[in-house]
């Protein structure tokens, strides 16, 4: 209801008139505060902190760098970055922190832990960081040059916010991103006609997303649950049962989240707006570095441009490079929740990257990538070139769902449980977690066999594109969206 | 425009090939792979036309055959991992129709014991379970899902076919009323849902739907009397009670997994419900 009245309302006549712009940033803007707020008010409050923080060290910024005061610029980053940072510390680390120090008074940590954790938080943290940096960096100079042109210094501040407030909050990306940055998303911020809409690509993008979602993901969702019953449940299962389970969490939690931004990218075409890719098939990946540049990308290239780069990157030498590869890795897992889990997640991203790049420290990486892409491709000649490839796409896949382990489980313990049951010579299993493998998980199987169509069978993936195949496909999709939906779930990225 | 019209053209074909899959096999199908939707399914299905015989309880029951498989007027609602008392409890709200006979599960009442909500509760509620009521094409009975693994199943479990008609569990006595008070030593949360599934028991009795609380096989492992809650749960209802899971000889019970009949055993406890019932 929300989505359609806004949708009606954003190209209304009169979007069409001067203040076409205005009215539809206006619009959105309304519309992301009352989606955000629908289930909890409250959460607002942390929201306008954040965009009126944001809004006004953007404004300084901008005022130092026409001045070209370099000093203020940087003092100016930095308490913005700092701000954004203490904003994400407060609500979602220092339960965390809390828990421990040893010395803390038990009252202190239970007033600590019963701090909610507001939903999309990491994500909004992120934009502003990146709104802030680009600025800095000058790269966001159109829409910051508005912030100190003509007009009372009252109305140029409101219009920084407003439009400050809608690259934060624009709802299609609020909860579970993209990460789209300040430098990709300012220029496009202008008046929109309902005429301009690519809905071919918006079709696309939300029947699949929909399909990965509803199809796929919720209804591995039920049988996956199963994992998380505890260490006693998962040690007296057989192989059997929990290997279909992990391969099954694997496709889902791919599902859900590719699903979700799909529909992201499908709604901000709908006003308008471009957002990144986020998935490239990442289950094609032959080695762990391209799997980085295939899942979750928006978030890859955030911590590559904030955080990695910064760091040092590549440039200070081989061992600062590791240290580099994995502290960005390991605060990476930690950015996904403040839990020892998630860091041990990305600490073991962080060293296999780390390994790869050892590994391969005489090559160039971008070589190298392509080089185990080729080894599946149609380039590639003999037998030995294809059981190579697949014997690293079988390797990095394997790795990726095995780690996908330390994302899921509560605790060790479960996941020490779970392989005493994979290693038990238990033979019994349960049909319902085979089935849904087979049943939906062909679906994410046959989505990436289309990528693979797409980069190594070109001339076969646009004929197959121009055929009626898609539209049939597309039908099948919406047949089994409607008739064969999972139970309803949320998203599993929105817990970030 | 060719892409539109070759969209509905396909989502056309679709929906008629899920109605004659849904004819073929007799109007709903047996089980899906979820448990939630196996249940939502068969109370769907049992909620839709006129039924003589509601059966109600768990998945236990779920493999009892109803109408789909021949049995004309007997409607299964079985809940998976559920008990009785989530469909009790919707028929007292107006949300499901009734039938004049309900028998119900006694086996896994005591599930209902923990009070905790289900999600099956909460569906039952919800508009989608509506329109799936009213539009068979898009209720749980009626998941592509469910077409396939009811045929893995029934590779499994065996035919319903098989045991149609052919015999019953050979217990020769039938369902008794519970006269002498069973109420020592009582939990209070016992005595609490006896207060009020006797309240809705007694309420449908008055509106012309009876009730017998039939404990199916498997027999209890021990040997034992039934819980004495369960018996003081008949007698205050007003429902009869039938112990057939422990009368049955043994010889014509087959478990698939330990709890659940296979098809030609579950066939039979039908078939002695419809010979002690008329």
Request: charged share 15%.
């Amino acid at each position: 209801m929300l989505l359609a009245a806004t949708f009606a309302l954003y190209y209304a006549p009169w979007s069409r008139g001067r203040h076409g712009k205005a009215w539809q940033v206006s619009l959105a803007l309304v519309a992301s505060v009352i989606f955000y707020g629908w289930e909890d008010p409250k959460l607002i409050g942390l929201l306008a902190i954040s965009c009126v923080g944001n809004s006004i060290a953007t404004g300084r910024i901008i005022q130092h760098k026409v001045a070209g005061d370099d000093a203020l610029v940087r003092r100016w980053t930095r308490r913005a970055v700092v701000m954004n940072l203490a904003l994400l510390g407060i609500f979602k680390y220092l339960p965390f922190i809390a828990g421990l120090l040893p010395f803390l008074p038990p009252a202190w940590v239970a007033a600590a832990k019963a701090i909610p954790l507001p939903i999309g938080i990491s994500f909004y943290t992120f934009h502003g960081i990146s709104m802030i940096v680009d600025v800095a960096r000058g790269e966001v100079t159109r829409e910051g040059g508005a912030l100190v042109a003509g007009g009372s210094r009252s109305g140029r501040f409101a219009k920084g916010v407003r439009d400050i407030g809608f690259y934060l909050l624009f709802f299609p990306q609020l909860v579970a991103g993209p990460i789209v940055k300040a430098k990709e998303f300012w220029p496009q911020i202008s008046a929109k006609r309902i005429e301009d809409i690519p809905w071919k690509g918006v079709v696309r993008a939300l029947i699949t997303g929909y399909f990965l979602k509803i199809f796929v993901a919720d209804n591995l969702a039920e049988q996956t649950a199963s994992l998380t019953l505890g260490p006693a449940n998962l040690a007296g299962s057989s192989p059997l049962n929990l290997i279909p389970l992990l391969y099954g969490y694997s496709l889902q939690i791919f599902a859900d989240f590719a699903g979700y931004s799909l529909i992201a990218i499908g709604l901000a075409a709908m006003f308008g707006y471009r957002f990144p890719t986020n998935f490239n098939f990442p289950y094609l990946s032959t080695s762990i570095t391209e799997f980085w540049k295939r899942w979750h990308m928006s978030l890859s290239g955030w911590l590559r441009d904030y955080l990695y780069i910064p760091l040092g990157g590549n440039r200070k030498g081989p061992a600062r490079t590791y240290v580099n590869l994995f502290l960005v890795m390991f605060l990476g897992g930690l950015w996904h929740g403040a839990e020892w889990k998630f860091a041990l997640w990305g600490s073991l991203h962080g060293l296999f990257l780390a390994l790869e790049r050892l590994a391969s420290r005489n090559q160039d990486p971008e070589c190298r990538i392509k080089k185990t892409s080729a080894l599946l491709s149609s380039s590639s000649s003999g037998l030995w070139s294809l059981a190579s490839g697949f014997f690293h796409w079988f390797i990095t896949f394997h790795l990726v769902t095995a780690l996908w382990l330390t994302f899921l489980m509560p605790d060790m313990a479960s996941i020490v449980a779970f392989f005493k049951g994979v290693c038990s010579s238990k033979t019994g299993f349960s049909g319902p977690p085979i089935f849904s493998l087979v049943f939906y998980g062909t679906a994410a199987v046959l989505y990436h066999a289309w990528g693979w169509l797409k980069e190594h069978r070109e001339h076969f993936a646009n004929h197959l594109a121009r055929s009626p195949l898609e539209p049939v496909l597309h039908g099948v999709m919406i047949f089994l969206i409607l008739t064969n939906p999972g139970a309803p779930r949320g998203f599993i990225y929105f817990q970030f | 425009m060719r892409y539109a019209f070759t969209l509905l053209l396909t989502l056309t074909a679709c929906f008629a090939a899920q109605t004659l899959a849904l004819r073929a096999v007799g109007g709903r199908t047996a089980k899906s792979e979820s448990n939630f939707f196996s249940s939502i399914g068969r109370i769907q299905a049992g909620a839709t036309g006129k039924s003589e015989v509601m059966l109600l309880g768990s998945s236990i029951t779920g493999r009892l055959p109803d109408r789909a498989q021949g049995y004309h007027g007997w409607a299964n609602m079985g809940c998976d991992g559920g008990s009785a008392v989530d469909v009790l409890r919707a028929m007292d709200e107006g949300i499901l129709p009734r039938a004049p006979l309900l028998v119900i599960e006694a086996n896994t009442l005591q599930l209902a014991l923990n009070q905790k909500p289900t999600e099956i509760a909460a569906a039952m509620r919800g508009p989608w379970f509506k329109v799936g009521l009213n539009a068979p094409c898009l209720a749980a009975y009626a998941r592509p899902a469910a077409f396939f693994y009811s045929k893995l199943l029934a590779r499994r479990i065996g035919g319903f076919d098989s045991g149609t008609g052919t015999g019953d569990l050979e217990v020769a006595d039938g369902p008794e009323w519970i006269t002498k008070p069973h109420d020592d030593g009582l939990t209070p949360r016992q005595k609490a849902l006896i207060q009020e599934v006797a309240a809705i028991l007694q309420k449908m009795k008055a509106k012309g739907t009876h009730s017998i609380l039939v404990w199916l096989p498997p027999a209890r492992g021990d040997g034992s009397t039934p819980p004495d809650w369960i018996l003081e749960l008949a007698r205050t209802g007003g429902s009869r009670y039938w112990d057939l899971g422990q009368k049955a000889d043994s010889k014509w019970i087959t478990l698939t997994d330990g709890v659940h009949m296979a098809a030609p055993s579950a066939a039979r406890a039908v078939n002695s419900l419809l010979k002690a019932i008329y």
